[in-house]
């Protein structure tokens, strides 16, 4: 039997939209747009941006794909993990060293990582990526 926890308003954002919100900020920072060029590229002003980062305000469906579009990411990475019951275990995105932080403790997750993804996807060559993975691991031998 599943049960199914109730809202006391369910037009009020949620702990998901907080993690949507805090995923959406750090596709955006690792793109290297500003809050403004951002909502200036799906019709939105830049406090509407800032809303939906800190979980202030829900996305809708559309919107969000657009955002998505916007950032050259995919929506499935934004969504992953949130439709469990419990999103406890659903991972946000850090890249800044603001409150964010608090949300996660995994080191895939944290600012070194997401600037080190960074770096390799700014590599256009494939074979220089691959080359960079195999130096990482090559540098792991103990």
């Given at each position: ?22 995923r ?100 256009s060559?494939?074979k ?15």
């Open positions: 039997m599943t049960v199914i926890a109730a809202r006391t308003n369910k037009r009020s954002p949620n702990h998901k939209d907080k993690i949507l919100g805090s959406m900020k750090a596709y955006r920072e690792i793109a290297g747009i500003s809050q403004s060029e951002l909502g200036g590229a799906v019709g939105v002003t830049f406090q509407q941006i800032q809303k939906y980062e800190h979980g202030t305000n829900k996305i809708s469906v559309v919107r969000l794909l657009e955002i998505c579009e916007a950032l050259k990411v995919s929506i499935t990475n934004v969504l992953n993990g949130l439709t469990e019951v419990s999103v406890d275990h659903a991972t946000p995105l850090i890249v800044s060293d603001n409150k964010q932080q608090d949300l996660s403790k995994d080191p895939m997750v944290s600012k070194e990582t997401t600037e080190l993804l960074k770096v390799y996807y700014s590599v060559d494939p220089k990526r691959k080359a960079i993975v195999k130096f990482i691991k090559a540098s792991m031998v103990d």
